[in-house]
């Protein structure tokens, strides 16, 4: 009697269906200047559609069944999400889509990114380069299974007379963040 009551059975005394809500997902980056970008998601607005032209054919759904989330979109729940560090569900709740969403997008667009690493990243062409790396890495510093080091630094600039702003870093100068790459000789060109 309560089912019919709360209208979660029907007349026949069969479970009524519960009818499926969809969110519109609405947000995109326009109304956003490049510093808003970059301090919500580390990227300006030209990267941040380098990344979606990038990854689009990935990403797109084959159907429009169950309302897809765009490309974009989708580049830019991972992006939050990777500049943030966030829980999924602070990051879901700040795009107004589910938790479950955002993982599967996170999961998505990291998947989509590192079936393109052939295009960027360079790794040693043999096993006896490998092998050379790691055994030089575990001697110089005994640091087991080294292949390359990766670090960043930020090398100080006059300011420029464009678009100033974009040059402070988080202690306040104006820099250039620089990331170097190199093998167990300080060299970058064997990768």
């Keep these: 009697m309560a089912g019919l009551l709360y209208g979660c059975i029907d007349v026949g005394g069969r479970k ?24 919500r998601y580390r990227f300006g607005r030209e990267s ?19 309302h897809p989330i765009s490309a974009l979109q989708q580049v830019l729940i991972a992006l939050r999400f990777y500049a943030s560090g966030s829980f999924l569900q602070v990051i879901g709740d700040t795009i107004g889509v589910d938790k479950s969403t955002v993982s599967r997008v996170v999961t998505n667009v990291s998947l989509a990114l ?30 087991p299974c080294v292949i390359g080091c990766v670090d960043g630094t930020h090398i100080r600039i006059q300011a420029p ?18 990331q170097g790459i190199c093998n167990h000789e300080g060299v970058s060109s064997d990768f």
């Design 114 to 143: 590192v079936a393109k690493q052939q295009q960027y990243i360079k790794w040693p062409k043999d096993q006896q380069e490998f092998g050379k790396s790691k055994n030089s890495f575990y001697q110089r510093g005994k640091f």
């Design 161 to 178: 007379h464009e678009n100033e702003n974009g040059y402070v870093n988080r202690k306040g100068f104006h820099s250039i963040n620089v």
């Design 16 to 39: 009524k269906r519960k009818e499926r809500q969809f969110r519109h997902v609405a947000f995109t980056i326009d109304g956003y200047t490049n510093e808003e970008l970059r301090t």
């Design 48 to 66: 941040i559609m380098h990344i979606t032209d990038l990854l689009a054919e990935d990403l797109r759904r084959k159907t429009q069944r169950n």
